[in-house]
C-alpha cells in the first residue's frame, strides 16, 4: 500500500508525475483550510489551543503507526540515523508544538495561525534555495516576494493594535512556521518518506506533550464538551489536517520540488474563510479578501511556472 506515483526512470517521467504532485499539493491546502475553519469554530464553543494539539497528536499517532505497519515500513525507521530522527522529531514536535501553544497564550489564535502557514510558506521557499538548492527563478522570486510582503502586512496588522506581549506571541507563531518549514526541508534533504516523518515526529509529540497535557487536566476539560464537537475536532485536526494535510504535503515536495509546493499552503487561508462563511455566516474585512487574493494570485504565478525543474525522488524514498 503506497500512495507514491511509481516510474522507472525520472527525467521522462517527469511531467506525468506532476499531476500527482499538484493533487497532492492540493489535497494539503483544502486540508488545512478545513482545520483552520474547524479551530476557529472551536474557539468559539470552548477549546483551547492546548486541546487542539492534543487531539492532533492522540488522532494521528496511532492512525500513522497502523499506516506504517501495514505498509511495511518498520525497517526504515531502523535504517534511519538516530540524528536525523531526533532532529526531524525536535523540529517537527516539541517544537513547533511549544511555539504554537505559547503563541496562543500572548496573541490571538485566529491572527497567529495566519502568521504561521505564511511563514511556513516563505521559510520554506527559502531553506528549498538553501538547503535543497532549488532554483527559483524570475517568476518564483517575485510570487515569493508577494508572499513575504502578505507576509509583513498579516503581523503589522496584528501589531497595531497589541501589547508587547502580543508581539511575542505573533514571532513565535512565525517561528513554528519556521520549524514547520525546517522539519518539510530536512524531510526532503535526507530522503525521509513522509508516511516515516510523520509517523517519528507524531510519536515524538505525544510522547512529550500528551503527558504534559494530562498533568494540566486538559482531559478533564476536554470530558466537559459535547462528544459531537470532539468528534469534529478529532477528524478536522487529528484526521484531516495532522494526518493527511502534511504526508500530501510532503509527498508534493518530493515530486514538484519543495519551492512550488511551498505555495499551496498560500490559498490554505482562502478555504479556511470561505468554510468559515458557510458554517458561520462571518465574512472577511476587505483587508483579509485582499490578503487571500494575494496569496492565491502568487500561488497561481507558481503553478502556471511548472516548466521549472520539477524533483521526483521516489527512488530515493
Known amino acids: 500500500m503506497d500512495f507514491r506515483p511509481q516510474f522507472t526512470s525520472d527525467e521522462p517521467q517527469r511531467w506525468a508525475a506532476v499531476p500527482f504532485g499538484l493533487l497532492y499539493g492540493a489535497l494539503a491546502a483544502l486540508g488545512w483550510g478545513v482545520g483552520l475553519a474547524a479551530a476557529h469554530h472551536g474557539f468559539s464553543v470552548g477549546f483551547e489551543p492546548f486541546d487542539l494539539l492534543f ?18 515500513r518498520s525497517g526504515r525507521i531502523a535504517k534511519t540515523k538516530g540524528i ?3 532532529t526531524l522529531a525536535l523540529v517537527g514536535g516539541p517544537l513547533l508544538a511549544i511555539c504554537v501553544v505559547t503563541g496562543g497564550r500572548k496573541a490571538p489564535f485566529s491572527s497567529g495561525i ?7 510558506t516563505v521559510c520554506s521557499i527559502v ?3 538553501l538547503v535543497l538548492s532549488e532554483r527559483l527563478g524570475l517568476w518564483r522570486t517575485i510570487a515569493m516576494l508577494a508572499l513575504s510582503a502578505r507576509l509583513a502586512v498579516l503581523a503589522f496588522t496584528s501589531l497595531a493594535d497589541g501589547s508587547p506581549e502580543v508581539g511575542v506571541g505573533i514571532a513565535l507563531f512565525a517561528a513554528g512556521g519556521l520549524a514547520a518549514a525546517t522539519f518539510a526541508a530536512l524531510s526532503c534533504r535526507w530522503h525521509v518518506d513522509p508516511i516515516t516523518a510523520m509517523t517519528i515526529v507524531s510519536s515524538a509529540s505525544l510522547a512529550t ?3 504534559y497535557y494530562v498533568f494540566v487536566g486538559g482531559l478533564s476539560r476536554l470530558s466537559a464538551i459535547p462528544w459531537t464537537l470532539l468528534l469534529e475536532q478529532m477528524v478536522c ?3 484531516i489536517a495532522g494526518l493527511f494535510s502534511w504526508i500530501g504535503f510532503l509527498y508534493a515536495a518530493r515530486i514538484l520540488g519543495l519551492v512550488t509546493a511551498s505555495f499551496m499552503p498560500a490559498v490554505t487561508p482562502a478555504v479556511a474563510a470561505l468554510i468559515t462563511m458557510l458554517i458561520s455566516r462571518e465574512s472577511p474585512t476587505m483587508l483579509q479578501w485582499g490578503l487571500i487574493a494575494f496569496g492565491t494570485l502568487a500561488a497561481g504565478l507558481l503553478i502556471a511556472n511548472l516548466h521549472a525543474k520539477t524533483a521526483v525522488s521516489a527512488q530515493n524514498s
Open 209 to 211: 506533550f500528551g503527558p
Open 55 to 72: 487531539i492532533r497528536y492522540a488522532v494521528a499517532t496511532p492512525i500513522l503507526l497502523v499506516l506504517y505497519r501495514a505498509t511495511k
Open 127 to 129: 531553506l528549498a534555495r
Open 237 to 239: 485536526q487529528g484526521l
Open 84 to 86: 536525523v530522527a531526533m
Open 114 to 120: 495566519l502568521i504561521e502557514v505564511a511563514a511556513l
